[in-house]
């Protein structure tokens, strides 16, 4: 019989790169029978741009590429840090009553897999009820994608609150049967909180592009592309896109690619002199990520006010693979993590400030058109290290070794 596993999803979109198309997709592709229970956000899901589906993914449940969905509505489940706090010291099964815990239990899985605080603590509440009802003892995950809540985040956090759910954090810590998390920098802070916490990294990092072409920059245009969301103050300004643009399109053929851009809602206008050298594509399908990757030279990510981000220093997120795994060479700031990836594995360049300036990328990309040679040398390492190490392929086999792991009861080898 299969194991079940299900995947208790908060906040994120139910078609999250990672959620759906990596973790869930590889499990059942590989035997799990797999269940998400996702949230609807006034009576819709959404997509990852926060785009409300109007006309599509209406049931309240259904299949989707093998997986069965089954959602709840958001405002239904909004605990707030103390009364989450209490229901978990109280150790009182019956106070978990909310969507997600009663849903997630009906499925009744082998498996339980969370991935934020909200669905960690509502995963917490089916662990108990089903110890206690049935004498089931099911297996928890915790997916930590980022540091929640931020240690040095006090601009969108208050004090008291944030000490109030680091608090919640290190109680639950202990009511999950293994971590997963997305950098080595992560790892080490939760391993610093709980040293013997069964931990595993899986990068956030796309399958092989099989339809690959190695890169030759042998033409005089140099394209620069950011895949993602443009947030001006944290990452991807597009007030630094549009001096950029305009500092090298005066010495060089230059264009910039934007995969992605702004959320629903929200618009990005591109100033009419550089509307000939700033191509947008909006969101795209995460399938055709490398089609749109073909004609790129250079990955941008500029990751801003690390001051107020332990999260942005210790990240490596997904559009950084996305550009390895094409043989884009990534140009970034010095953020502690990505900086150290890419010094070791020679892949791209450390603009060396933590506040770069768009003269400053600016400076580093004309550096690369002069010198091809560098580029694709950087290019051929990109690539590489994907082939060997980071492709979702080797990642896979990272998550499917955590779940074997938990069901036969043993430490597999990565273990600490």
């Known amino acids: 019989m299969k194991k079940k596993v299900c995947i208790l999803v908060h906040t994120h979109s139910f078609l999250d790169s990672r959620i759906f198309k990596k973790e869930a997709i590889s499990l059942q592709k590989n035997g799990y029978d797999v269940t998400m229970v996702v949230p609807r956000i006034k009576g819709k899901l959404f997509d990852i741009d926060k785009k409300p589906f109007d006309t599509q993914f209406l049931e309240e449940s259904f299949i989707h590429e093998g997986i069965k969905i089954i959602t709840y509505n958001l405002q239904d489940f909004r605990p707030p840090v103390d009364l989450m706090q209490s229901h978990i010291d109280e150790m009182d099964y019956t106070q978990f009553d909310n969507p997600l815990t009663n849903i997630g239990l009906s499925v009744d899985a082998d498996i339980y897999h969370a991935h934020e605080m909200g669905s960690l603590y509502a995963g917490i509440g089916i662990k108990r009820t089903l110890q206690r009802t049935k004498q089931k003892h099911v297996k928890l995950i915790f997916d930590s994608h980022d540091l929640i809540p931020d240690p040095l985040d006090n601009k969108t956090i208050q004090k008291e609150n944030k000490v109030k759910m680091l608090k919640l954090l290190n109680r639950m810590l202990h009511e999950i049967d293994y971590m997963i998390t997305v950098s080595e920098s992560i790892k ?21 592009a099989t339809d690959y072409t190695e890169k030759k920059y042998d033409h005089n245009k140099l394209t620069v592309c950011y895949e993602g969301h443009i947030a001006d103050t944290r990452k991807g300004s597009k007030v630094k896109i549009f001096k950029m643009t305009k500092l090298c399109s005066n010495k060089i053929d230059f264009n910039f690619k934007i995969i992605g851009g702004v959320l629903h809602g929200h618009s990005l206008t591109i100033p009419s002199n550089l509307k000939d050298r700033i191509q947008l594509t909006g969101w795209v399908d995460y399938h055709s990520i490398a089609q749109h990757m073909e004609d ?58 933590p506040k770069a300036t768009a003269k400053d990328y600016a400076e580093a990309f004309l550096y690369l058109n002069e010198n091809k040679d560098k580029l694709r040398e950087m290019s051929k390492n990109a690539r590489k290290v994907m082939e060997e190490v980071y492709s979702w392929e080797n990642m896979e086999k990272r998550l499917l070794l955590v779940y074997d792991s938990l069901i036969n009861n043993y430490s597999h080898p990565f273990s600490l």
Do not use: T
């Open 188 to 208: 080490s802070w939760f391993l610093a909180k709980k040293p013997l916490l069964p931990i595993e990294i899986v990068y956030n990092s796309p399958p092989l």
């Open 296 to 353: 790129v030279d250079v990955g941008w990510i500029d990751f801003d006010e690390l001051q107020y981000s332990l999260n942005r220093a210790y990240a490596l997120p997904n559009k950084f693979f996305s550009y390895l795994n094409n043989g884009v060479p990534v140009v970034v700031n010095k953020c502690h993590e990505m900086e150290n990836f890419i010094r070791v594995h020679r892949c791209g360049l450390v603009v060396n400030k």
